[in-house]
């Protein structure tokens, strides 16, 4: 058993390996070529503007083929397997066609210029790039916000973005958002970037409306498990004072089955305690066990 386990890890790594590395060629094979900034920035101490110049815009275009021959010994006219260093075979079989990587779906909407950020170090918002085998990716916005606030910078949503704007919802808020957004908001943190005060505009709505899944019959047959398995997600409205009140005063469903109390009977108060005897302790102390069970001889079945 324990063989097959580690097989079946074994596998389940090769997978993986195998998957990261059609993305890395794939993120290659997007541009025709293969390019290590940690070999020239680190081995060769080349700065990024003996590469990347800049444009008009006061934008830094990648560098082209003029550029690399400064450093290298190119032969345009008699390509030689030379140029599977610098370009990708796929490449070669297209005339070593070179094309531009295409920005993520993030990137499209942003405003940007390199030459507006020229006081600042490359690195600072291209992290890791002495260290990247391959092209380089932007910062995030986390980064940018940040950087913004320390340096006194514009921080409205137009100073950055064509379309993008705190008062005008993503494409995301449409449909059925509102009964999808809980999910997604434990997985990104980006709601603060137009709900500063989160806390605040979350509780607006969810101190007076009921989620969705307290449904009539959710008080009988629901709610125990789900406190259950998440407490804290109960705690974003109630308090512990909330569940005691009721309990309390009331027995829990279970304790109405016929044969709650019998010994040895299934779903009786035995078999729920063994299950998760913290349950119990709710409401019930230890010490109310022995009030039935230390003249009683538990047997093994």
Not at 16 to 29: A, H, N, T
Not at 235 to 263: E, I, T
Request: charged share 25%; aromatic share 6%.
């Amino acid at each position: 058993m324990i063989f097959t386990r580690k097989i079946k890890l074994y596998l389940v790594g090769i997978a993986v390996l195998l998957g990261l590395s059609i993305l890395l060629y794939g993120c290659r094979g997007e541009t025709g070529l293969k390019f290590s900034h940690s070999f020239h920035i680190v081995e060769q101490e080349a700065t990024c503007d003996q590469c990347h110049v800049a444009g008009k815009k006061g934008n830094y275009s990648n560098p082209s083929m003029d550029n690399c021959k400064n450093c290298h010994d190119i032969d345009e006219d008699n390509p030689s397997e030379k140029c599977l260093v610098c370009h990708t075979v796929e490449g070669a079989k297209h005339d070593y066609e070179v094309k531009e990587k295409a920005k993520p779906k993030s990137h499209t909407d942003l405003i940007f210029s390199h030459e507006v950020h020229a006081d600042s170090n490359c690195a600072t918002c291209h992290k890791g790039v002495a260290k990247d085998q391959d092209l380089a990716n932007g910062p995030k916005m986390p980064l940018c916000i940040n950087c913004h606030k320390a340096q006194d910078g514009p921080q409205e949503c137009s100073a950055c973005h064509q379309h993008i704007n705190a008062k005008k919802a993503p494409e995301s808020h449409q449909q059925d958002w509102e009964t999808r957004h809980g999910q997604a908001s434990r997985l990104d943190s980006s709601c603060a970037y137009c709900h500063p005060d989160r806390q605040k505009f979350c509780e607006s709505c969810h101190r007076t409306q009921k989620p969705r899944d307290h449904t009539f019959g959710w008080k009988n047959s629901g709610h125990g498990m789900e406190a259950t398995h998440d407490r804290r997600l109960c705690a974003n409205c109630h308090d512990s004072g909330y569940c005691v009140d009721c309990h309390r005063n009331q027995k829990p469903v279970s304790h109405h089955r016929a044969g709650w109390m019998s010994y040895g009977r299934e779903n009786g108060h035995g078999e729920e305690a063994h299950r998760n005897f913290r349950s119990c302790n709710v409401c019930h102390e230890t010490g109310q066990c022995l009030q039935c069970h230390q003249n009683i001889i538990l047997r093994k079945q």
